[in-house]
T-cell receptor, first 110, second 116 residues
């Protein structure tokens, strides 16, 4: 059974700082997703990572994938308040079925 | 990206009644749609996989007679919560994928169900 674990689950940080969220998964998968969720809202797709060594960047967020270690990271650079949200990673379990991590609740303080 | 629309965005119903939630793919055909449930401050849990023209596949622990899924066309899947109870109150989110393997899933806006 595929398990997806994120850490940390809660993260409070100051604006301007850098931090990394980790996503580990237990079995081989061909793609990994990162999503953002604001309170009361659905998921917003951030990144799709398809291959070992894949790195994608959008603004202050950068995601990477190491399929051998079954690890993905979401790095936040010079955080700003607008990035406060809950971030989920999700991994494919056969075809299009997704298994989600527990989510990381990120709070960025001025 | 493709657009998936859920309706309603929120609904309040009385215990014992049934509620139908619709999930539509607006600009593509979706042979497969997924229904997730999210309790407050928790992650998304897959409830069932909805396949056009065939019976849905339910995850372990999800009652198929309580959560009725119909996927009658390539653009519409519905989830009916029957005989709703307060513990069914949750955020329900659907996703849809284009035909073909390993295609990205697109999420609806979610439906907040409150059973009183």
């Amino acid at each position: 059974e595929l398990k997806v674990e994120q850490n940390p689950l809660f993260l409070s940080m100051q604006e301007g700082k850098n931090y990394t969220i980790y996503c580990n998964y237990s079995t081989t998968s061909d793609r990994l997703y990162w999503y953002r969720q604001d309170p009361g809202k659905s998921l917003e797709s951030l990144f799709v990572l398809l291959s070992n060594g894949a790195v994608k960047q959008e603004g202050r967020l950068m995601a990477s994938l190491d399929t051998k270690a079954r690890l993905s990271t979401l790095h936040i650079t010079a955080a700003v308040h607008d990035l406060s949200a809950t971030y989920f990673c999700a991994v494919n379990q056969g075809a299009q079925k997704l298994v989600f991590g527990q989510g990381t609740r990120l709070t960025i303080n001025p | 990206g493709a657009v998936v629309s859920q309706h309603p965005s929120w609904v309040i119903c009385k215990s014992g009644t049934s509620v139908k939630i619709e999930c539509r793919s607006l600009d593509f055909q979706a042979t497969t749609m997924f229904w997730y449930r999210q309790f407050p401050k928790q992650s998304l849990m897959l409830m069932a996989t909805s396949n056009e023209g065939s019976k849905a596949t339910y995850e372990q622990g999800v009652e198929k007679d309580k959560f009725l899924i119909n996927h009658a066309s390539l653009t519409l899947s519905t989830l009916t919560v029957t005989s709703a109870h307060p513990e069914d109150s949750s955020f329900y989110i659907c996703s849809a994928s284009r035909a073909g393997t390993n295609t990205e899933a697109f999420f609806g806006q979610g439906t907040r169900l409150t059973v009183v």
